[in-house]
């Protein structure tokens, strides 16, 4: 299971960056958390900062263990979708945001 942070598109490349998400990164992560001593998180009487406190040493961890992977994939040229219902479906798009931001209920 991995999570999609961007896409690129070149020329009939398609390229993914994703984080690396499996047992072994989720095994680490966790390992990671449990030896954290997460002192600072329980310190203090601000709300805020001892919530940034914790979101920092979580996040922290987060990034290390589940690093962000650039994945290949080419695409299909002989799609289903022929050009003029994409066209027919990107004008639609197009109209339907017109619409969303009008406030004539005409």
């Known amino acids: ?3 999609t ?3 690129h598109n070149v ?3 398609c390229m993914f960056y994703k984080r690396n998400i499996n047992q072994s990164t989720i095994a ?3 390992l990671k958390l449990s030896h954290d001593t997460w002192a600072s998180a329980f310190e203090g009487n ?3 900062t001892i919530f940034n406190s914790f979101l920092n040493t979580f996040l ?3 990034y290390s263990s589940f690093p962000v992977i650039k994945v290949n994939k080419l ?3 002989k799609s289903r979708i ?3 219902i994409r066209t027919s479906c990107q004008y639609k798009r197009v109209l339907y945001v017109k619409l969303r931001n009008n406030n004539n209920p005409i």
Do not use: E, P, Y
């Open 1 to 3: 299971m991995s999570v």
């Open 5 to 7: 942070a961007a896409t």
């Open 11 to 13: 020329k009939d490349h």
């Open 28 to 30: 680490d992560f966790l």
């Open 46 to 48: 601000d709300v805020n």
């Open 60 to 62: 922290r961890r987060f």
């Open 75 to 77: 695409q299909n040229h």
């Open 82 to 84: 022929m050009s003029g």
